[in-house]
């Protein structure tokens, strides 16, 4: 099995998971309210198949087609602030019979095109810089994972913690450098070893072994707080060395501004 396959997988496990809770609602619990301010359940199932949509149309971009993707681009380009909030809030409007099945569509949409992106060595257009199939897929799940924490918030339901988290905080180590240029900050020279502990039990590391700084501690806190998804003090993470201390206070695993984040429990 191919990376990318073992990817779509995870997606498709953890888009799965999340639609199981979902289509077992009542109408009033899809307007439930989530953690995500101005958004309910209904919004976030409708921001996950917009932002589907929008990779398939990137996709087919890629591949010289680029009708779709230059429309979604110039409504982006006409309001940058307010474009992702207007598509998912109108999505989250329609009755959720229409709209699970919309995402249903959407869902299997984007790996047939993420694979055929792959198949021919082309990468994705995107609202930042372009992105390989890969990367588009770990990107996707880790706003499935995260807005699937939400969705579940909502409604009262506990996520299961399963190893598939680490794409999360593998894209979370990645994007460190990232992180610090949304805070206009200057990326410390010093490296930072990240070791986590799965919900299996078992030990991811990145870096270099013998970095004089580090974090430790469980990945499910560490995507949590990468994803605004928890506050710092509320996690068990711990840092060594003050480049580690502050990357901590800043970590993200998606684009765009980082916001305020949560509070604490």
Known sequence: MSLLDELLAD??????????????????????????????????????????????????????????????????????????????LAGGAVAPAELLARWDTARPALAEALRGTDAAGLKLPWFGPPMSAASMTTARFMETWAHGLDVRDAVGVTAERTDRVKHVCHLAVRTRGYAYSVHSLDVPEAEVRVELAAPSGETWAWGPQDAAQSVEGSAWDFAQLATKRIHRDDTDLVATGPDADEWLDIVQAFAGPSGKGRDRA
């Open 11 to 88: 997606l498709e496990a953890e888009s799965d998971a999340l639609r199981a809770v979902v289509a077992e609602l009542s109408e009033e619990q899809w307007r439930a309210a989530t953690p995500a301010e101005g958004w309910d359940v209904a919004t976030s199932i409708a921001h996950l198949a917009w932002t589907d949509e929008a990779a398939v149309a990137a996709a087919a971009a890629a591949a010289g087609d680029k009708e779709s993707w230059d429309a979604l681009v110039l409504e982006a380009l006409a309001d940058m602030n307010g474009v992702v909030d207007k598509a998912a």
